[in-house]
């Protein structure tokens, strides 16, 4: 299976990334079980940098976060809490680019497994 995410960076996001590392705004995460960077971003950094995007703008990031988030569903081998996880943040991206039906069909999948653990 491929292990790589189906997410491109924008154009300009290392120098991006390089200004808000410096500035101690954003600092990589390493977790054991992933191989993939992670970024962490501080809250009131990434509520400016939403702001200043445009509408269509914020509703590409939110596509790609979802897709990112389904990505790790369908291919990350991890424990089924973490695929849970995974999915209401997918779930959360779907909704917020206005995108129901997969806001809807991520919700499905997490009640059907909640309902296996008789939860």
Do not use: K, N
Request: glycine content about 4%.
């Amino acid at each position: 299976q491929e292990m790589v995410p189906p997410v491109e960076p924008p154009e300009g996001f290392e120098d991006a990334r390089a200004r808000l590392e410096a500035l101690t705004l954003m600092a990589p995460v390493e977790h054991a079980q992933d191989e993939s960077p992670r970024w962490f971003v501080h809250r009131w950094t990434a509520g400016a940098l939403a702001r200043r995007a445009s509408e269509p703008e914020r509703s590409e990031a939110h596509r790609a976060a979802a897709a990112y988030w389904r990505w790790r569903y369908d291919r990350m081998p991890q424990p089924r809490e973490q695929d849970i996880e995974d999915l209401l943040e997918a779930r959360h991206h779907h909704h917020a680019a206005g995108e129901t039906d997969a806001a809807i069909e991520v919700t499905e999948l997490v009640i059907s497994q909640l309902e296996t653990w008789g939860a």
